[in-house]
């Protein structure tokens, strides 16, 4: 649970659940930003979750420090994160065009494609957190034999869809940006859609991702 509630500048707090990083202490971030969002807090501007912080922000005017403090040491946690997630599955072609570091990832991880793909469709994911790019989801845990560093020299411009791996963790970007995940595949679906302005985010903290496999046919029958 939160090990520590402090300020953040005159308008925001953190509530810090440790230093580690793994799906249980996550999940306890992601009961408590659902449970604050879905309370419409008077004076709560904002709720950012991320690994093991929870940043809320807010309106002097209606609200303070103190009072949000005592709000969220009473809060008491009854539903079940189950209850709290989705799941989705993402299609993901590998054509060569799109694997842009497969064979760099081969070279690192000392295991060709074959088995980089096998080991990287067949399981699930957690969605700890989305940012960086607006609705980037931060997605774990690759398994320990899959995992190793960003690029050396990251890219001026990934492209929209693109699926990426770098330690523990699996992303996509959700649109054209600087990076330095290894790339292995691209998805044609829309993972943040600037149209939807309640809900743009299709995968959400909290939410478990599967990936599927599909041909460039497949991929080109979605555009």
Excluded: H
Aim: hydrophobic share 35%.
């Amino acid at each position: 649970m939160i090990k520590n509630i402090s300020n953040l500048g005159d308008a925001a707090l953190y509530c810090d659940f440790g230093n580690s990083i793994n799906k249980e202490l996550n999940t306890n971030v992601i009961r408590y930003f659902k449970d604050l969002k879905s309370k419409n807090i008077n004076g709560i501007t904002n709720i950012t979750p991320s690994y093991n912080k929870l940043i809320i922000s807010f309106d002097l005017k209606k609200t303070n420090y103190k009072d949000l403090k005592k709000i969220i040491e009473n809060i008491n946690l009854s539903e079940k994160i189950s209850n709290l997630s989705n799941k989705i599955e993402i299609p993901v072609c590998c054509q060569k065009t799109f694997a842009l570091d497969i064979e760099r990832l081969e070279e690192k991880l000392s295991i060709d494609r074959k088995m980089i793909y096998q080991n990287f469709f067949n399981k699930e994911y957690f969605c700890y957190m989305t940012g960086f790019v607006a609705g980037m989801p931060f997605l774990g845990d690759l398994d320990i034999n899959m995992r190793t560093t960003r690029l050396e020299t990251p890219r001026v411009k990934v492209p929209k869809g693109s699926i990426g791996l770098t330690e523990q963790f699996a992303n996509i970007y959700t649109f054209e940006s600087p990076g330095g995940w290894n790339i292995i595949g691209k998805t044609p679906l829309e993972i943040f859609d600037t149209s939807k302005n309640e809900k743009p985010n299709l995968i959400n903290p909290g939410d478990i991702v599967i990936f599927k496999e599909i041909s460039i046919n497949e991929y080109n029958e979605f555009k």
